[in-house]
């Protein structure tokens, strides 16, 4: 059975970082096929791609670009998002979702989260001084 479980979520100050990770069990040897993508959801807003990868490459959304970076472990079927320079808007739990690549591959525009066939319970993430 294919699992997700984040971890790394918290209270951090704002201008603070923290490091998220997203565990794969159940991949088998095809995790290299998968996408994986991060999507954040805030208290009373809808829920928002975040950042995204693949085998072909990465993408961010404009707001977190230049703060977060994304990194996948397909040895340990591990993707990790780092993120710096956190802002209040940046509050929000925040879920891994996978899907196998030949269905959906990262986009610049934005991040389909309906493509998504495996998720993960979230982790949350909380700044606030």
């Known amino acids: 059975q294919r699992q997700l479980v984040e971890s790394g979520g918290g209270l951090v100050q704002p201008g603070g970082s923290l490091r998220l990770s997203c565990a794969a069990s159940?991949?088998?040897?095809?995790?290299?096929?998968?996408?994986i993508a991060w999507f954040r959801q805030a208290p009373g807003k809808e829920r928002e791609g975040v950042s995204c990868?693949?085998?072909?490459?990465?993408t961010y959304a404009d707001s977190v670009k230049g703060r977060f970076t994304v990194s996948k472990d397909n040895v340990k079927n591990t993707v990790t998002l780092q993120m710096n320079i956190l802002e209040p808007e940046d509050t929000g739990v925040y879920f891994c979702?996978?899907?196998?690549?030949?269905?959906?591959?990262?986009?610049?525009?934005?991040?389909?989260?309906?493509?998504?066939?495996?998720w993960g319970q979230g982790t949350s993430v909380t700044v606030s001084s």
């Open positions: 979702a996978a899907v196998h690549r030949r269905k959906y591959v990262c986009e610049e525009e934005a991040t389909d989260s309906s493509a998504m066939d495996f």
């Open positions: 159940g991949f088998t040897s095809d995790y290299y096929y998968y996408t």
């Open positions: 990868i693949y085998s072909g490459g990465t």
